[in-house]
T-cell receptor
Framework: SQQGEEDPQALSIQEGENATMNCSYK?????LQWYRQNSGRGLVHLIL?????REKHSGRLRVTLDTSKKSSSLLITASRAADTASYFC???????????FGKGNQVVVIP | GAVVSQHPSWVICKSGTSVKIECRSL??????MFWYRQFPKQSLMLMAT?????????EQGVEKDKFLINHASLTLSTLTVTSAHPEDSSFYIC???????????FGPGTRLTVL
C-alpha cells in the first residue's frame, strides 16, 4: 500500500505566523485527508480533498492537491498556541476508507 | 459530528494475558470500522478492516490469530490482543466512516502497556 510522507517533520513558529506542511505519496488516490493529533489523543479530521479538486479551505486551513506531482500541502494561517499538535496526511487510494498515513509533522506554536 | 468511543482508554496487563478493546460508533451505524496501531512518535499503521457480520480483513504482516477482531453489531467492533507481550505495547486507535470514501471519525485511542 502507498504511504504518504510529510516534510518537514518538525516546525516551531511564533503565534500569528503561518505554518505550511507538505505531503507526498506514491500512487494514484481517490482522496487525501489531513488530521490533527494532540499528544496521546485521538485524531481530529481537518479536511478531505478529492482527486479532482485542487484546493480547499476550512477556516484558517488551506489544503492544496497536485495529483501530477502526487503532493499536497496544508497551510495554517495566523497560527495560535492551540494549533500545537502533530499533523498527518492520509491517502485513500481505492475510495474504500483504507487510509495510509504519512509520518506526521510536529508543529509547535510559541505564544 | 459523528462520535466514536473506545474503551478502555488505557490498560496495563501482564505478559501472556489477553486484552479486549471496544470501539463504538455512538450516533451512527458503521458497517466497516478500522483498527490502527501507533508506536511512540510514529505514524498510524492500519492493522485491519472490521466488517460487520463477516470476517475482518488484515493488512500484510498483521497476525489474525494474535489480533482477533469481532464486529458483531453495526455500532461495535472489538479488538482482542491475545497472549499479549511487551512488544504489543502501543496506542490502538479505531475509526469509522459515515460514508464509503468519505471522512473518517477516530476514537480517542487505547494505550496498552504489557509488563
Amino acid at each position: 500500500s502507498q504511504q504518504g510522507e510529510e516534510d518537514p517533520q518538525a516546525l516551531s513558529i511564533q503565534e500569528g505566523e503561518n505554518a505550511t506542511m507538505n505531503c507526498s505519496y506514491k500512487t494514484s488516490i481517490n482522496n487525501l485527508q489531513w488530521y490533527r493529533q494532540n499528544s496521546g489523543r485521538g485524531l481530529v479530521h481537518l479536511i478531505l480533498i478529492r482527486s479532482n479538486e485542487r484546493e480547499k479551505h476550512s477556516g484558517r486551513l488551506r489544503v492544496t492537491l497536485d495529483t501530477s506531482k502526487k503532493s499536497s500541502s496544508l497551510l495554517i494561517t495566523a497560527s495560535r498556541a492551540a494549533d500545537t499538535a502533530s499533523y498527518f496526511c492520509a491517502t485513500d487510494a481505492g475510495g474504500n476508507n483504507r487510509l495510509a498515513f504519512g509520518k506526521g509533522n510536529q508543529v509547535v506554536v510559541i505564544p | 459530528g459523528a462520535v466514536v468511543s473506545q474503551h478502555p482508554s488505557w490498560v496495563i496487563c501482564k505478559s501472556g494475558t489477553s486484552v479486549k478493546i471496544e470501539c463504538r460508533s455512538l450516533d451512527f451505524q458503521a458497517t466497516t470500522m478500522f483498527w490502527y496501531r501507533q508506536f511512540p512518535k510514529q505514524s498510524l499503521m492500519l492493522m485491519a478492516t472490521s466488517n460487520e457480520g463477516s470476517k475482518a480483513t488484515y493488512e500484510q504482516g498483521v497476525e489474525k490469530d494474535k489480533f482477533l477482531i469481532n464486529h458483531a453489531s453495526l455500532t461495535l467492533s472489538t479488538l482482542t490482543v491475545t497472549s499479549a507481550h511487551p512488544e504489543d505495547s502501543s496506542f490502538y486507535i479505531c475509526s469509522a466512516p459515515l460514508l464509503v470514501g468519505d471522512t473518517q471519525y477516530f476514537g480517542p485511542g487505547t494505550r496498552l502497556t504489557v509488563l
